[in-house]
């Protein structure tokens, strides 16, 4: 019971050292100050119809002794009047009263209506309030079931999280001593990775002493077979070759170039540029078949430098043996 009479509701307090605030008690307080509430009212409705009831009961004892009183008085008026024609007032005094009594009575009949209608009305409010009692405590029954399960399923997952708790302290602790015995082996391989490196630096060193000693002998290798394909090369012939003709010419100071394909007997003249793109043409349609012959006509003005610098250039973009030589 708590300070002023009512019962203690907050039946689940002692759940919600659980972790978090639940909000089914603060309900169950609401719910029962409901209940409390609707007691209350059904209270005073039954003490407001008890009056009522024992009002009437005194207008129905009231009614019945004025009837009977009418009735001994009319007997009385009945005797007396054959007995003394002077009793006229007294009857006339007793009809007086008897009409008293008569609207007394129909004043009576008229509250115990009234009083009849008030229980009745009182009688449906409390079975509304009945039927509202009724529903609200079945609400609450549901409530009470829905939390029970809901209690239910709390405790269920409280003692998997102690167990899961329970397992992990059991792993942290397998944990610490892997852990330990991995940090002694790390140790270990450390030291052997330390000796392993010292090794390895060893082996490089000598690695690359005789990575540079192969490097050098693959160069003498080198140039002893380019030398030896030299030998071995076959000389630059037209056989099987598409040949064209390049005229160099230079007179007055007039450099001229032209050039002949295999076939054509003439020659036409071309500007420098436009020779290379022709033989850049020629070389992407022939390849390695490309054979390509230079003319300096006699009496040309042409210096020995000049010719030597335009038959090396013509001749090594162009012509089969110098590409392949220059490969």
Do not use: C
Request: glycine share 4%.
């Amino acid at each position: 019971m708590n300070g002023i009479g009512f019962p203690n509701t907050d039946m689940y307090s002692d759940h919600e050292s659980v972790g978090e605030e639940s909000f089914w008690p603060s309900f169950t307080d609401i719910m029962m100050v409901i209940v409390m509430t609707f007691l209350l009212i059904t209270v005073a409705v039954i003490l407001k119809n008890w009056e009522l009831i024992n009002h009437l009961k005194s207008s129905i004892e009231a009614e019945r002794q004025a009837t009977v009183q009418a009735q001994t008085a009319l007997q009385v008026v009945e005797l007396k009047s054959k007995e003394n024609e002077t009793l006229e007032e007294r009857l006339a005094r007793l009809e007086q009263l008897l009409n008293k009594r008569t609207q007394s009575l129909q004043q009576a009949r008229q509250l115990q209506q009234q009083t009849v209608q008030r229980l009745n009305i009182s009688k449906q409010q409390v079975s509304t309030a009945q039927a509202t009692l009724q529903t609200t405590l079945q609400t609450m029954e549901q409530e009470k079931i829905k939390y029970a399960e809901t209690l239910a399923n709390t405790q269920r997952l409280l003692e998997e999280q102690q167990q899961r708790a329970t397992a992990l302290e059991k792993e942290k602790d397998a944990s610490v001593v892997a852990a330990n015995q991995a940090e002694a082996n790390l140790v270990s391989v450390q030291q052997k990775l330390e000796n392993s490196g010292k090794e390895l630096e060893a082996l490089k060193q000598k690695d690359l002493e005789g990575h540079e000693r192969l490097v050098s002998l693959q160069g003498e290798f080198n140039q002893l077979d380019k030398k030896y394909q030299k030998l071995l090369r076959p000389a630059r012939s037209t056989k099987n070759k598409h040949v064209v003709r390049v005229v160099f010419n230079k007179s007055n100071g007039k450099v001229r170039y032209q050039l002949g394909d295999q076939g054509q007997s003439a020659l036409e003249t071309y500007s420098k540029k436009r020779l290379n793109s022709k033989l850049s043409q020629l070389k992407k349609r022939y390849g390695d078949d490309l054979y390509v012959k230079i003319i300096i006509p006699k009496g040309s003005q042409v210096s020995h430098s000049e010719a030597w610098k335009f038959t090396s250039e013509i001749l090594n973009k162009y012509d089969y043996y110098h590409s392949e030589k220059n490969e």
